[in-house]
């Protein structure tokens, strides 16, 4: 089983696994994705990334999730060969998009931009095992640490 992590604005696990279709690096504006990190410090970290989006960096709740690694489709080959730059918004974005409306994985293993030699998760809700494939569980409020907030604010 794969473990991810996920940061939200929200104090519900069915909140928190129901976005509304923002704009992301691998979706476009309303596509529905949901973002996860292979570990909690990289949640923070690209919530911290995107600072200008958010600002408030009260409220949050870190939540992980747990899916058999057969429901996931690994783009990081890809990435590595070349075929894929991740860094290229208007290519993953497209990619997400296709990835998201053909219901190929319930997940997507893409490379963090921000934190090199690590993985992000993709999981699409609308895939039709996801709701029996995704185990979610709360874990708590998250208080982001001041020092890290005062870097970025």
Do not use: K
């Amino acid at each position: 089983m794969i473990s991810a992590f996920r940061l939200a604005f929200a104090d519900s696990v069915a909140t928190a696994f129901s976005p509304r279709g923002a704009e992301g690096r691998w979706n476009s504006r309303g596509t529905v994705v949901v973002y996860t990190a292979e570990h909690p410090a990289l949640a923070v970290l690209e919530i911290m990334t995107a600072w200008n989006d958010y600002q408030d960096f009260s409220g949050y709740h870190l939540y992980r999730c747990e899916f058999d690694a057969a429901m996931v489709e690994d783009l990081v080959e890809r990435v590595v060969r070349g075929s894929v730059d991740p860094t290229d918004r208007a290519t993953t974005r497209a990619f997400g998009d296709l990835w998201t409306m053909e219901r190929r994985s319930v997940a997507l293993r893409v490379p963090s931009v921000v934190a090199p030699h690590s993985h992000n998760y993709l999981l699409n809700p609308a895939h039709p095992d996801f709701e029996d494939a995704v185990a979610r569980q709360g874990l708590g409020p998250l208080r982001f640490d001041p020092r890290l907030v005062e870097l970025v604010i």
